[in-house]
C-alpha cells in the first residue's frame, strides 16, 4: 500500500466521520448542539494557560476560541488541519502541550483509549483535558437506535458513557475538575418542533440532569510525588478567595475556608 492510501485509509478509520459531523453541525440539530458545546469549551478553557494548546479533530470549528494560550493549532487525518497526524501517535514530545481539547474525538475512532494516552502522554503535569461526546443515556442514543447504518454521522458514532470515560481517566492518572450536562430537547430534524421543546434545557437541568444529549467533561493531569508552586500573585488571589464573606440564612456572614469548585 503506498502513502497515499495509507493515509486515505487511516483517516477513513480514525476520523472519517469528522467531516459529515461537520456538516451535520450545520443542521438545525446539529447548530443545537453546536452552540452548547462551544459554550462549555468556552467556560472550560478561558482561565487554562501555557504555551500550547491542540484540539484534536473537527478542525473546521473552533473550540479554543476562547482560550489565550498564544500558540494554538489542530490536529487531524484531514486535509485543512493545522497538522495532519494520526491522533493515536501523536507526532508531539511528551510533556509538550498545556492544554487538549477533544470535540467528540474518541467516538470514531478505532481505540480512544489510546486517543487518551496519547493525550496524557502530550500533556505537561497538570495540564488540561477538555472532553465532549454523545450521551448514550439520552434521547440522543434512542434515535441512534432506530437510525440506519447509512444515517452518517453522529448517528454511526459509538457514543461513550461519562461513567466508562471517567473509568478510562482515572486510569491514566486524570482528575475531573469539571462537567456538565446539555441538550435534553429531543433530536427533532424539524427546525419548529426543537425549537417547541427548547424548554427541556431548563427541566432537563433540574429534574434529570444527567439524561442530556451530550456531556463536556475536563480532567487535569495529576502526576504523584510533583508539587507545582505557583505565582504569588495567584496564590494571593486564591487566599482571598478563600476568605471570602459567605452570606448565611440567618444574615450573619461566615469566612469560607476552602475555595468554591467549578460546576460539575
Known sequence: MDRQSFVSSGAHQYNGARPALSEWFATPQGRYVLE?????FDRATED????????MGLHQLDFLRANRIPFRFTLALEHGASLAADPMQLPLASQSVDLVVLPHA?????????????????????????ISGFNPLSLWRLRQMFASRSAGAPWDERFIGLLRLKDWLHLLGFELNGGRFGCYAPPFANPAWLSRF????KAGARWWPIMGGAYVVRAVKRVHGMRLIAPAWRMERARRRALAAIPQRNGHPTRNTQQRGSDG
Open 36 to 40: 452548547w458545546e462551544l459554550s462549555q
Open 48 to 55: 487554562v494557560f501555557g504555551y500550547r494548546a491542540v484540539q
Open 106 to 130: 474518541l467516538e470514531s475512532t478505532a481505540d480512544p483509549h489510546l486517543v487518551l494516552r496519547e493525550a496524557e502522554r502530550v500533556l505537561m503535569p497538570e495540564g488540561q483535558l477538555v
Open 198 to 201: 427548547l424548554f427541556m434545557d
